[in-house]
């Protein structure tokens, strides 16, 4: 009898524990979603229904205008190839650039790698604006430490080009390369020692080894940095609005969306913000889309990858 | 020197020397950036804000002017000052929610339920979406503004509910500080969820390195799932509390105003020295942060060793 009260109180405290589970999370995935919801609906409202008081998701009259607009003003396609040659390009050097750095602070100490270790996680601490003034006289007029003057007997103005992300990623010091070749160590750390030890005595020199059995080892590793550097290189305005002025790519073409929409669509139609605002949503939603449908296809390598590269200690 | 080449040419055929040599190799590339691309503008920065500098046609003309940037920075510009305290609040006002929320939405997303993986692909969507210049936009959108304003409007239960929530925590002899802080947090969940995607992943990956073994152990001795997590789950993530913490301190540098601040005197205004002060005023403050939530985090993380 007792046991039975027992099994129904536990049972109800169960059952309400799933219920209150449900609805937290139910409630923040919507808030999670909402802004991305919003978005969709408002890209494919008519602009008739901006002032529609019954319309406040599902639009009354359906249209692609926005769609249309926003491709254009944005000159999408050739906007998404140069984002994704440009993300693409600097993620796979970034990532083969951290895991060289990152496997040599792990298993091949040398005297004062610790101490370039320690300037790695400066890397991380220091925020990126102090540098970024710096950097951009660098960059415009580059000299290289005065090699490139000594050969052609002035400087160059790497700027409004893909150098400076490609000498940055190659030499594993782009956005937030600490962090990865942080990863790189720890997930290096985390594989047993045998394993080099049996390749060596197999006749593997310290090269083979490494890109024979590490870095195959190393493979959810990799992919978290992939993913990492990929999506924050998309999205980063921090370093691409200082370094490319003309260029044609997502997140400069987002950061001048206002500026431009008012320019193409102020003059030609009503100059209503409303309206404006509306086809700045779409470009947005437009800007994000393929990060989105990559990521439906990668998100389950994510918790996967992260468990076992180590950062959790 | 014949003595140490010699002793380098030895040490080459040995496997440990040969690890060296590699080891030079690899972080060859990483050291040259690292030189070039931080150490170099890093110092040069410094040296900026020592100085001040005017632009002319033979380039960049450095006078040394002492501490009267940072002096200009912290007493006569008018925005930096408030900026800067008003970001250093967030970081201290949010940091604990943000670590708080995702641990508890992690041990959430551990348990089994349907629809589980479902959940986190949304919840690590924040990864994607709150970043660089996506939120920069999303604040400014009108059509946005209108909808909540609308949504307000019409759920006038939603603002009646937190007032309601504030009472009834104020009446029940709950620290009025905490109270506002609590509400405060309900108010910003967007901030507060959009930030915590990659929180939440590090420690979920983090509670799913605890053997089971743990909690059957726990469980065969009559833990309840509630003590299960304070007394099993909290030390085990412990280490990564700090990381966390670490994590969102320098996550918070992007989307601080302070950047846009130092971004504006520097490239707007040509104000390369008083910029250069402002950045590295706002890089000490943040270590101070760091060092001081370090020092306290560090003497209760629990490490296994």
Redesign the interface.
């Known amino acids: 009898m007792r046991l039975a009260r027992f099994l129904k109180l536990y049972k109800i405290k169960r059952f309400s524990w799933?219920f209150i589970?449900?609805v937290?999370?139910a409630g923040?995935?919507f808030?999670?979603?909402?802004?991305?919801l919003?978005k969709i609906s408002?890209a494919i409202k008519h602009p008739s229904d901006?002032y529609s008081p019954i319309v406040?998701w599902i639009p009354e009259n359906y249209t692609l205008d926005n769609f249309k607009n926003a491709l254009s003003i944005m000159n999408y396609w050739d906007t998404l190839f140069n984002t994704f040659a440009l993300a693409g390009l600097t993620t796979l050097l970034t990532t083969a650039?951290?895991a060289?750095?990152g496997?040599?602070?792990a298993?091949?100490?040398?005297k004062g790698?610790k101490v370039?270790f320690a300037?790695?996680i400066?890397?991380?601490?220091?925020?990126?604006?102090?540098?970024?003034?710096?950097?951009?006289?660098?960059l415009r007029e580059f000299s290289?430490?005065g090699i490139i003057p000594l050969l052609t007997g002035r400087t160059v103005n790497l700027l409004d080009s893909y150098w400076p992300f490609i000498?940055?990623s190659?030499?594993?010091?782009s956005l937030k390369a600490g962090l990865y070749?942080f990863i790189f160590t720890q997930f290096f750390r985390g594989i047993p020692k045998v394993i080099e030890e049996a390749a060596?005595i197999d006749g593997a020199?310290?090269?083979t080894t490494?890109f024979r059995i590490m870095l195959p080892n190393a493979f959810p590793a990799i992919v978290t940095v992939f993913l990492?550097s990929f999506?924050?290189q998309w999205?980063?305005?921090?370093y691409t609005?200082?370094y490319l002025t003309s260029s044609n790519v997502m997140?400069t073409q987002?950061?001048s969306?206002?500026y431009n929409l008012s320019n193409v669509l102020g003059n030609t139609t009503n100059s209503d913000?409303?309206y404006?605002?509306?086809v700045?949503?779409t470009g947005?939603l437009l800007?994000?889309l393929p990060?989105?449908i990559i990521?439906?296809f990668v998100?389950?390598y994510?918790?996967q990858s992260?468990?076992r590269?180590g950062?959790?200690? | 020197m014949m003595n140490v080449l010699k002793k380098m040419g030895m040490s080459i055929r040995t496997?440990e020397g040969?690890?060296?040599?590699?080891?030079?190799?690899?972080?060859s590339?990483?050291?040259?950036?690292?030189v070039?691309?931080?150490?170099?503008?890093?110092l040069?920065?410094l040296q900026?804000s020592f100085s001040n500098i005017e632009a002319s046609s033979e380039g960049?003309q450095m006078t040394f002017v002492g501490f009267a940037n940072f002096i200009e920075a912290l007493t006569v510009n008018t925005n930096f000052n408030r900026q800067l305290i008003e970001s250093m609040m967030d970081i201290v006002i949010n940091v604990p929610l943000i670590i708080i929320f995702s641990l508890f939405?992690a041990v959430?997303l551990n348990?089994k339920?349907f629809g589980r993986?479902l959940?986190?692909?949304?919840?690590?969507?924040?990864?994607?979406?709150a970043?660089?210049?996506?939120l920069?936009?999303?604040s400014?959108?009108?059509?946005?503004e209108?909808?909540q304003q609308?949504?307000a409007s019409g759920g006038l239960a939603n603002a009646l509910g937190a007032f309601e929530l504030e009472r009834i925590m104020l009446r029940a002899g709950v620290n009025e500080f905490i109270v506002s802080y609590l509400t405060g947090a309900v108010g910003r969940?967007?901030e507060i969820?959009?930030q915590s995607g990659v929180q939440i992943?590090?420690f979920?990956?983090?509670i799913?390195?605890i053997s089971p073994q743990i909690y059957e152990a726990a469980k065969m001795e009559g833990a309840t799932g509630y003590e299960a997590f304070w007394k099993i789950t909290l030390p085990m993530v412990s280490?990564?509390i700090l990381?966390n913490m670490v994590y969102t301190i320098?996550d918070s540098?992007?989307r601080s105003p302070?950047?846009d601040l130092?971004?504006s005197t520097?490239?707007d205004n040509f104000n390369?020295g008083l910029?250069?002060a402002m950045?590295?005023l706002?890089?000490v403050s943040?270590?101070l942060i760091?060092l001081i939530s370090t020092y306290f985090i560090s003497k209760k993380v629990f490490y296994q060793e």
């Open positions: 799933s589970r449900f937290l999370i923040l995935s808030v999670i979603l909402y802004p991305i919003q408002t901006l406040v650039s951290c060289l750095a496997y040599a602070f298993r091949l100490r040398f790698s370039l300037g790695v400066l890397t991380i601490l220091v925020p990126p604006t102090t540098i970024l003034i710096p950097m951009y006289m660098n290289l430490g000498l940055t190659i030499t594993a010091n070749i060596y020199g310290v090269g490494f990492f999506v924050w999205n980063d305005s921090f609005t200082t997140s987002l950061s969306l206002p913000p409303f404006l605002s509306m700045q949503d947005i800007a994000i990060l989105i990521y439906i998100q389950r994510f918790v992260v468990e590269t950062i959790v200690g | 496997y040969q690890k060296v040599l590699w080891g030079i190799l690899f972080v590339p990483w050291l040259l950036g690292f070039f691309f931080f150490l170099i503008p890093l040069t920065s900026y960049l939405i959430i348990q339920f993986s959940t986190r692909a949304i919840f690590f969507l924040p990864v994607i979406l970043s660089g210049v996506i920069t936009l999303e400014t959108s009108l059509v946005q209108i909808n609308n949504a969940i967007y969820v959009s992943l590090i979920l990956a983090g799913q390195t280490p990564l990381v320098i540098f992007t302070v950047t130092i971004l520097g490239f390369f910029s250069s950045a590295w706002y890089f943040i270590m760091l």
